[in-house]
Each structure stands twice: as C-alpha cells, then as structure tokens.
C-alpha cells in the first residue's frame, strides 16, 4: 500500500503545482478551466488521451475477453490507432478553423439550437448514467478485491480523487495525465511480465519471450486477428466487418465526435494537436500488450491448472477474473505499482468524463439557456459545482445499474452503440457537406436510435437464418440467429446517411444557413506526421499479416 498511497501524493502534489505554477494567458478564464487554452503540450494532449480512454473496464472487461476470445479483441485498440491519424488529418482542422470548444457547440453553429441542446442532454445522460458510473463501479471492484476493502468505500476514495484533480481544470488533468499514463504503462507492463514468466514456467521457466512463444502455441486459436462464423465470438467480433465495417463507427464516433476526447487538442494549435493525437496513436499500439496479453496468459494458466479455482465463481468461469487474479500473485512491491496503475487508469478517466461533463453543461446548458450574461468566473464556479454533482451521483446510482452482471467493456459498447452510428453520420455530413439540413440531423439522432432499437430486437419478430450464409446472422446461445452488434452499426450508418441526404435534397437549398468555414490547405500535413503516421499503418499491416 506504501507504493500506492506514494502515487496519490505524487499526483496531487504535482497537480497543486500545475495549478499555482503554470498559469498562462487564455481567450477566458472559463477556456482555461475547461479547455487548457494553449497550455497542453503534445505529449500531455497524446498522454491525457490515453489517460482517459483506459480505464477498469479494458483492464478488467478487455483483459476478459482477451481470456475468452484473444487477440481479436485488440482490434479496437489497433483500429484506434489508426483512427486517431484519421481524426487529426480531417477532423482537427474543421474542429480549430472554425473555433469549436464543444461537440454541442458544432452542432448549434452548424445546423440550430434545438439539435445542440438535445443532444447537450443526451449526452450529459450517457456521460454520468453509463459511462461515469462504469467507470467507478468496475474501478471500485477491482481495487476492492486486490485490497480488500468495501466496495462503497473505493468508489467514495476513487470519486474524491478525481473530484481534486478535475477542480482544478483540463490544464491539471492533462499534465496530472502524464504520470497517470507512467504509471499505467509501467505497472501495465508488470503485470504482462509476470504472467509470460509464469507461462514459461509451464515448460521449465525461461524468458518472456519463451513464455509469449509458448503461450502462442498453447494458445493458437487465440492468435487470429479476424474470426470465422464458425468462431463462437463472432457474434462480437464478425470476421472481416470489423475491419470494413462497424469497428469505424464505432472508433471514429469516440475519437472524433466525442467531447470526452477531443477536448484534450481544442485548446491547441493544429500542429500540436496532431502530434498528440499521433503520440496517442503510438500508445494506443502499445495498450494491447498491456490488457490482452495478460488476459491470453491467463487462459493459458488456468488449463494448465495452474490458476487452480481462482477464474471461478458461483456462477462458474468467469473471464474477467483474469487480471485481478494476476494482480493478486504480483510481489508485494510490484503489486503496489500495479495497483497504483490501475488506480491511475480509473482516476484518470474519472477526472477526464468529470471535466467535460462539467464543460457541456456549463457551456451549451447554463450559459446558453439559464445565463447567458453569465461572468467568466461565475462559469467556472458552475463547473466545479457540476463536477462535484456528477461524481456524487455516480456514487450513488452506480450499485443498482447491474454493471458487474453484464461486464462493464460490453454495457458501455451496449448502449452508446445504440446512438453512436446516427451521431456519426450526422458529424460526417455536417463536416463535408454544406447541403445537410437540420431536420436530417434530427433523423439521423432519433431515427437511428429507433433503428439501432428495431435491429436489435429484429431475432424476436423474423427467422434471420437466411442471412446466415452471408456471414450477416449467427446463432446466440439460445440458438437465435442475430445480427453482429458491429454490423447493426453498420447497417443502421447506412440507413441514417441516406436518410440525411434525401431529406437534405427534399428541401430547397437555405442560403442564409452558415456552413463551417472549410478549405483543403487545412488537410495538408508536415512531413514529421506523414513519417510518423506511416510508421503506425506499417505496424498494423504487420500485425494483422502475421495473427491474421
């Protein structure tokens, strides 16, 4: 517990210095609070990323997966990578050309008021109902297993710390962020080395490196990057949609449309931001080595028997006991920095979620509709009183959201899936094309949350089997034919742009409607991105060549 509570120190203590020590000028106070306004660095923008975007549920919920299906669930991790590269060519530049601090804040400037204020609720809904309260609810029961201590207690300690570090703004999270990604790549990579080690141990002991060899031979049919229909988890991961299809969505919807994430690179100039988002990139490569290897060696162990009943509950096998099982067999010294990793990786989260909560509230909700002469200062008071209030309520609503039944990686993908392609379409047409209506947003927000709704309970009203050669339609458990989760993404996409597109062509042309400002000079990149960007595509034609 030394190492631990040494990390809480450090963090804080770092964060009080950020505070006080690095006031720089801004547009506002309230940009400085919210957004860092020229202040993050590139390397604290990539690290903030990450930060943010790791949390219990890929330590636990991925780790899980790689246990029950392998290295196939990578490809959210690989295909992010690239995604990020996607994101900083072609989203960043419309995002600071046109000056944009919120995703709500595009919405209004680009089509009106009643798309960005409903869409300002749903996500402030989404942002504490699943995603905050998963966040803290599966931190708090993993860090409550490894020290033995309540449940309730953990999410009060984990929620108080984010609370301290989020008060103090983006610049705070974004440099804190830095040592939160330290220390969840080194206790990361502990973890990983132990568990190859007890893998090599199967055959006499040895490197790691004979450990991940024996562990690819013992684990083969955990090494293919894209499953067969055959494969019982192609229902999860459909073969090669996942590459051409619903894993874009889903990726370019969170990385590119989500005020969770962009709000890292909306203070910075167009340079720095890319060479975050291309540092993230980097690290993202990184994340599978961190939380599915661990997983993958696991599964290895325990049909070994070397695990002994440690993967079992009263329910039975139970993957997502994987990681916390190998935390608990880590030296006292390492299990510490693992821990400490672990706590990282769900404050850091925290902290970040808490922040833009605050942000769309402050900004799209209070400011435009409750005050709109509100003072700078006045709007970073109501920021801080958001982000207490949103984590209170994250505490206390978590227990009853049965987010432990259904694993917390799959109830996040469960219900932003239900929303993620209509808001996607809706972004992509807005960027690109200046003839996209107002009225062809809302359908793409409700219409494909109606559609999203009809495909998944499509199974219980129409035999799908026929779809079944295509590779569209694989039994579940009980023998139902369904649609991949992935591919209703990409089947309700479709649906919802060319519901934009006839609806945008039904309606003359509104020629006082303000399009964003937009040239392709603001696509071009320098050399140093291009190179880097190469090299993160080269590595993912690597990976999906070799684990095909």
């Known amino acids: 517990m030394f190492v631990f509570f040494a990390y809480i120190l450090l963090v804080a203590g770092y964060g009080l210095w950020v505070h006080y020590r690095k006031r720089q000028a801004a547009a506002s106070p309230s940009h400085a609070y919210f957004l860092a306004e020229g202040s993050l660095s590139w390397w604290a923008i990539g690290a903030s990323l990450i930060a943010s975007n790791i949390s219990a549920e890929q330590f636990i919920g991925m780790s899980g997966s790689g246990f029950k299906m392998g290295m196939a669930i990578a490809s959210y991790e690989f295909l992010a990578a690239a995604t990020l590269i996607i994101v900083a060519i072609f989203f960043m530049p419309v995002y600071l050309k046109n000056r944009i601090y919120t995703m709500p804040q595009f919405l209004r400037q680009r089509y009106n008021n009643t798309v960005a204020t409903v869409m300002a609720v749903f996500w402030l809904t989404l942002y504490i109902v699943v995603n905050l309260t998963s966040i803290l609810y599966l931190g708090a029961i993993a860090i409550s297993g490894i020290a033995g201590i309540g449940i309730m207690p953990c999410m009060v300690v984990l929620a108080v710390l984010a609370m301290f570090i989020t008060l103090g703004g983006m610049k705070v999270i974004g440099y804190t962020d830095v040592i939160q990604v330290a220390c969840l ?16 141990d199967l055959d006499g002991g040895g490197t790691v490196i004979h450990g991940f060899k024996l562990m690819t031979e013992r684990a083969q049919d955990h090494f293919h990057m894209v499953l067969q229909p055959s494969n019982p988890n192609y229902i999860d991961l459909p073969g090669l949609t996942v590459l051409l299809g619903g894993m874009w969505i889903v990726n370019l919807n969170y990385w590119g449309c989500n005020q969770y994430i962009t709000q890292r690179a909306l203070g910075a100039d167009l340079a720095t931001a890319r060479a975050g988002l291309l540092f993230a990139g980097f690290l993202k490569m990184l994340m599978p080595l961190i939380v599915v290897v661990p997983g993958i060696a696991a599964f290895v162990l325990h049909q070994s028997g070397a695990l002994g009943t440690a993967m079992t509950d009263a329910g039975g096998l139970n993957p997502d006991h994987a990681y916390p099982v190998l935390l608990a067999l880590l030296p006292s010294g390492l299990k510490g920095v693992a821990f400490a990793a672990l706590s990282a990786a769900v404050v850091a989260s925290l902290a970040g979620k808490a922040n833009s909560i605050a942000t769309i509230f402050t900004l799209d909700i209070y400011k435009e509709v409750f005050a709109p002469n509100a003072s700078e200062q006045r709007l970073v008071w109501m920021g801080r009183v958001t982000v207490v209030i949103s984590l209170l309520l994250a505490v206390v609503i978590a227990p009853f959201l049965g987010i432990d039944k259904k694993g917390g990686f799959q109830y996040i993908q469960e219900y932003t899936g239900f929303v993620s392609p209509g808001i996607f379409a809706m972004f992509l047409l807005g960027f690109f094309w200046k003839r996209t209506t107002a009225a062809a947003a809302m359908f793409a927000t409700i219409g494909g949350f109606i559609c999203s709704l009809i495909f998944k309970f499509l199974p219980d009203w129409v035999n799908l089997s026929f779809l079944a050669g295509s590779g569209f339609a694989v039994p579940n458990a ?23 597109i006839l609806l945008s062509l039904a309606k003359p042309l509104d020629k006082s409607a303000k399009p964003l400002e937009f040239e392709l000079a603001m696509f071009r990149v320098d050399r140093r991105f291009a190179f880097g960007s190469a090299v993160v595509l080269a590595l993912l034609v690597v990976v999906y060549t070799v684990w095909w």
């Open 185 to 200: 790549v080194a206790g990361g990579l502990a973890t990983t080395w132990l568990a190859l080690e007890m893998v090599a």
């Open 478 to 500: 009980a023998g139902v034919y369904e649609i991949p989760f992935l591919d209703r993404m990409g089947f309700v996409f479709l649906i919802c742009v060319v519901g934009m």
